[in-house]
């Protein structure tokens, strides 16, 4: 990925922390923490802050996520104004773990991956706070 695209990727493995209810299953507000670390790699690269992360407009959990699980969130820019940024965010189930229940190390990388979140928002970045302007 080029420096100056504003496109973000993260991946990590959900672990035993992460898993909050039974049958070891991830709550959905962690792949909104992830976006949320998304959003803010996207404004330091765009406009050299942080940001405030200000609403979500549409958030889809479309699959279970559980503890073991390798997830790829994906976030981007789609829309720049004067100080709000438009974002969309993917969060993807790149390996599924536990597979099996008689070898529970058992694991697989799924081809395609598969979508587990899906997520508009909009950020500010003040006008005093961006440092990258032209």
């Not at 720049?80 to 993917?90: D, P, Q």
């Not at 008689?102 to 508009?120: E, F, G, K, N, W």
Request: include cysteine.
């Amino acid at each position: 990925m080029e420096e100056n695209t504003w496109e973000s990727v993260i991946r990590l493995r959900m672990g035993e922390h992460d898993a909050h209810y039974g049958g070891r299953l991830v709550d959905g507000a962690r792949m909104l923490a992830l976006f949320g670390d998304v959003a803010t790699e996207l404004l330091i690269r765009h406009d050299g802050d942080e940001g405030l992360f200000v609403a979500y407009d549409c958030v889809e959990f479309r699959a279970p996520v559980y503890a073991g699980d390798y997830i790829e969130a994906r976030g981007r820019i789609t829309k720049v104004g004067k100080t709000s940024r438009k974002m969309e965010f993917t969060a993807l189930k790149v390996i599924e773990a536990n597979i099996d229940s008689l070898c529970p190390s058992a694991a697989r990388p799924l081809s395609p991956p598969q979508i587990v979140t899906y997520a508009t928002g909009t950020c500010v970045v003040p006008l005093d706070k961006q440092r990258n302007r032209s």
